[in-house]
């Protein structure tokens, strides 16, 4: 069964930064992809960075420049730097994973469209 556990939020002020975490466990192989998205009150699920087994990378345009997601040797864990950031970055923060599957698809897509999820993790931004 796949696991995926976040760690890593807390609270920060504008222009800091945080480091989240998402160990990844229940799924081998190749064409897996991982990703990070959020949820403010009152807004959908968005896709904030993702990453697939080939090492591509693909990010939402508002944290581009600022966010960078990368992953362990072994594919276990997934982490978002996150710097430079902004109240409106403010958000619930959510593993995603799914099989066979890019980073640019995974980013897209809705919630009921990814196979597998974490319990989130909460980062909020002070001004």
């Known amino acids: 069964q796949v696991q995926l556990v976040e760690s890593g939020g807390g609270s920060v002020q504008s222009g800091g930064s945080l480091r989240l975490s998402c160990a990844a466990s229940?799924?081998?192989?190749?064409?897996?992809?991982v990703g990070w998205f959020r949820q403010a009150p009152g807004k959908e699920r968005e896709g904030v960075a993702t990453i697939d087994s080939g090492g591509r990378t693909s990010y939402a345009d508002s944290v581009k420049g600022r966010f960078t997601i990368a992953q362990d040797n072994a594919r276990t864990t997934v982490y978002l730097q996150m710097n430079s950031l902004k109240p409106e970055d403010t958000a619930m923060y959510y593993c995603?994973?799914?099989?066979?599957?890019?980073?640019?698809?995974?980013?897209?897509?809705?919630?009921?469209?990814?196979?597998?999820w974490g319990q989130g993790t909460q980062v909020t931004v002070s001004s």
């Open positions: 229940g799924y081998t192989g190749n064409n897996v992809c």
């Open positions: 995603a994973a799914d099989r066979f599957c890019n980073s640019q698809w995974l980013l897209i897509q809705r919630q009921s469209a990814v196979g597998y």
